[in-house]
């Protein structure tokens, strides 16, 4: 693994860094790069601002490993209250969410009555809700969790990480629900014996990742690919493979992060590809900026300049 890559995921579990950075006006002034702002109101006005040049939006609240039900039951308040925003603002715009921040490290029966409660809400908004994928201690609760969602609600996405050395039999056992997966490459300090090491092969475990979800049987049993990658290679592999199959632009999405790779993002929409962009809001934004820096290290030239710009 790249020793910067490496030593930024360890700075990500730093409660000591994430303290200091926290109060750091020139690391706040940084992470505005990556975020519009804190608040769900700044990501939507960001938000409304693609949605008239022709992206759909995903949000998230960021957060995690809540400790008490009282939290769990705050945030599902907050996502409740952040959907019925979301209609006022009449923007395409879905939920992406942990099922940390709903108490699985409590109860994941709780986290269940959770998600289960927004997947319905959801559902009664035309949206599809998102689960996202956290670090391999939680991969097996995150799926079983998922699983029980879908014998509920159609419109309930989960997300991949094809750096897993398991994603493939994952794949494979996800894919008789017909099931909408967000796949990425990954971004949690994982060990070799669990996840690929060299960028190449994880590169390689997301294209055939990829194909297996475009595969004909895939989409026949309602299986839908949501490719999550700033790679450009990757990018233009996927789409010729898409095309090599006859398949849409429309009939498969790319979801990209919020200042990052903006000039890809125009080009997509410019070509006719469902394109969404996932907007993070929220106080609790210092282990996932260090992820964030972790998956593309040339991005800290530009935390450096903010540090020394007035």
Request: charged share 25%.
């Given at each position: 693994?790249?020793?910067?890559?490496?030593?930024?995921?360890?700075?990500?579990?730093?409660?000591w860094?994430?303290?200091h950075?926290t109060?750091?006006?020139?690391?706040?002034?940084?992470?505005?790069?990556?975020?519009?702002?804190?608040?769900?109101?700044?990501?939507?006005?960001?938000?409304?601002?693609?949605?008239?040049?022709?992206?759909?939006?995903?949000?998230?609240?960021?957060?995690?490993?809540?400790?008490?039900?009282?939290?769990?039951?705050?945030?599902?308040?907050?996502?409740?209250?952040?959907?019925?925003?979301?209609?006022?603002?009449?923007?395409?715009?879905?939920i992406?969410?942990?099922?940390?921040?709903?108490?699985?490290?409590?109860?994941?029966?709780?986290?269940?009555?959770?998600?289960?409660?927004?997947?319905?809400?959801?559902?009664?908004?035309?949206?599809?809700?998102?689960?996202?994928?956290e670090?391999?201690?939680?991969?097996?609760?995150?799926?079983?969790?998922?699983?029980?969602?879908?014998?509920?609600?159609?419109?309930?996405?989960?997300?991949?990480?094809?750096?897993?050395?398991?994603?493939?039999?994952?794949?494979?056992?996800?894919?008789?629900?017909?099931?909408?997966?967000?796949?990425?490459?990954?971004?949690?300090?994982?060990?070799?014996?669990?996840a690929?090491?060299?960028?190449?092969?994880?590169?390689?475990?997301f294209?055939?990742?990829?194909?297996?979800?475009?595969a004909?049987?895939?989409?026949?049993?309602?299986?839908?690919?949501?490719?999550?990658?700033?790679?450009?290679?990757?990018?233009?592999?996927?789409?010729?493979?898409?095309?090599s199959?006859?398949?849409a632009?429309?009939?498969?999405?790319?979801?990209l992060?919020?200042g990052?790779?903006?000039?890809?993002?125009?080009?997509?929409?410019?070509?006719?590809?469902?394109?969404?962009?996932?907007?993070s809001?929220?106080?609790?934004?210092?282990?996932?900026?260090?992820?964030?820096?972790?998956?593309?290290?040339?991005?800290?030239?530009?935390?450096?300049?903010?540090?020394?710009?007035?």
């Amino acid at each position: 693994m790249n020793p910067v890559r490496s030593l930024l995921l360890a700075a990500s579990q730093s409660d000591w860094l994430r303290r200091h950075a926290t109060t750091n006006p020139a690391a706040r002034r940084a992470v505005l790069k990556f975020m519009p702002g804190e608040r769900l109101e700044d990501a939507l006005r960001a938000g409304g601002e693609l949605a008239a040049r022709g992206f759909g939006l995903v949000v998230t609240r960021l957060g995690e490993n809540i400790t008490e039900a009282a939290e769990a039951n705050e945030v599902t308040r907050h996502y409740v209250q952040a959907l019925e925003q979301i209609g006022s603002a009449g923007v395409d715009c879905e939920i992406s969410l942990k099922l940390t921040q709903l108490g699985l490290d409590i109860d994941p029966e709780l986290a269940l009555e959770k998600a289960a409660e927004l997947a319905k809400r959801s559902a009664e908004a035309g949206r599809r809700l998102w689960i996202d994928m956290e670090s391999t201690p939680y991969v097996d609760r995150t799926l079983a969790i998922y699983r029980r969602l879908r014998e509920r609600h159609a419109g309930v996405g989960i997300c991949l990480q094809a750096y897993l050395r398991r994603t493939q039999a994952d794949l494979d056992s996800l894919l008789p629900l017909g099931p909408a997966v967000r796949l990425v490459k990954g971004a949690y300090a994982e060990p070799q014996s669990l996840a690929f090491a060299d960028k190449r092969d994880t590169d390689e475990s997301f294209f055939r990742l990829a194909d297996r979800l475009l595969a004909p049987e895939a989409r026949a049993a309602g299986a839908r690919l949501t490719t999550a990658t700033h790679d450009p290679a990757l990018i233009s592999r996927i789409q010729d493979l898409a095309a090599s199959r006859g398949i849409a632009r429309d009939g498969h999405e790319f979801t990209l992060l919020y200042g990052i790779r903006r000039e890809t993002q125009t080009r997509l929409v410019s070509e006719g590809f469902r394109t969404r962009v996932l907007i993070s809001y929220g106080s609790y934004w210092y282990p996932w900026y260090m992820r964030r820096l972790a998956e593309r290290p040339a991005n800290l030239g530009f935390v450096l300049r903010s540090a020394f710009s007035r």
